[in-house]
């Protein structure tokens, strides 16, 4: 499946769960850590890797900057969506490709949040999950 990029993803705020992966990847394609980081809750929480916990955007920004810094082209497949009251599990397909063309793919798992203002952000972002070969 293709996350299409509709019309509110492109002010910048996601109307709903999969316009959220939308904009992530967009931000990355960009290369625009603000983009990226404005995507989650201050208090969210990034797991990059099993056993490594990130709390809060400061310590997500620096993550993601790392990756930015790293160069790979990101693609997102959407999974699955289960929403509950304003809360959204989401699965991706996460796909990396470096620049010297190795490529990685996981399942990314999510935790997304209807703010007040109607946009959704992350709240968990598991991605240091399943592999995939």
């Known amino acids: 499946m293709t996350v299409r990029i509709p019309a509110d993803a492109t002010a910048g705020k996601a109307a709903t769960p999969d316009e959220l992966a939308a904009l992530c990847m967009r931000y990355f394609r960009e290369r625009d850590l603000d983009g990226l980081v404005s995507l989650y809750e201050p208090e969210a ?13 400061d310590a997500i920004r620096t993550a993601l900057g790392e990756i930015l810094d ?28 470096a620049p010297d063309g190795a490529v990685h ?23 240091g999950g399943l592999p995939l070969k």
């Open 45 to 57: 929480y990034v797991q990059p890797e099993p056993g490594t916990v990130l709390h809060g955007t």
């Open 70 to 97: 790293a160069g790979p082209q990101v693609r997102l497949d959407l999974r699955s969506i289960h929403m509950a009251e304003g809360i959204a599990l989401v699965t991706n397909i996460l796909t990396l490709t």
């Open 105 to 127: 793919r996981e399942i990314v798992t999510e935790v997304q949040r209807r703010q007040a203002d109607g946009r959704w952000l992350y709240v968990f972002d598991i991605v």
